[in-house]
């Protein structure tokens, strides 16, 4: 079951999307060669407490930190530690949020300091499959317009995307249905609707699709060594098309 947002919700969804933009963009100023990713969650945590919110990965299914922090070959749920950013690394920043009940959930990657060409057009090509996807989040669309405008997108340009991990229906909770995976054929799956709220999140590795995870239960990264990159919006859909509530304004 899809839960949906009447207006007054996906009112009261804009503060914790507007605060997990809002600490993103702080976190962001942060990164460069030498800060540890242990110092970017607690940024992050910090951000959140001060602007009244609780950082919703805490504690969720045993996760001890506030930001996922993801490097080079790492592609989703990179935990926070001793590890030192170095010039030429990308980092995935994923956080998420709660506030008034409702929950936010967005994700970037970064580049520190100056990095190759192949790590930039990785990066840009993954921000840009998630702008391709939510020109598809609008009533009338197939759930797997979504999915497939982002594999198009990607595959298109020389890259994968990751199949174990999918984008998700939020709000009350942080997972809601519907899964969203980032691959298919259009056309399929439950009808969009005004009132959905959906975080799309494209997961994108520079070779080979596959994953797997660390021994730590959480890092997920990519079998073959090679980059990945991670964006996610939270994005609501109105009979006027794709609002993306995680943007910064
Ligand atoms: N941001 C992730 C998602 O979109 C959640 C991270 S899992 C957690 O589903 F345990 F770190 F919270
Ligand atoms: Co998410």
Redesign the pocket.
Known sequence: MIILKSPQEIERMRRPCRIVAEVLEVVKESVRPGITTAALDRIAEREALIRGATPA?KG??G?RNSL?CSVNEQVV?GIPGKRELVEGDIVSL?F?VLCDSFYG?A?ITLPVGKVDAKGQNLISVTEQSLYAAINFAVPGQRLSDISHAVQEYVESRGYSVVRDFVG?GIGRSL?ENPQIPNYGQPGKGPKLKAGMVL?I?PMINANGFEVKVLGDGWTAVTCDGGLSAHF?HTVAITDSGPEILTKCV
Do not use: L, M, P, S
Request: one cysteine or more; a negative charge; glycine letters at 6%.
């Open positions: 990965f969720y299914c996760y996922c749920h994923d998420g959930d994700a998700h997972h975080a999140e996610e």
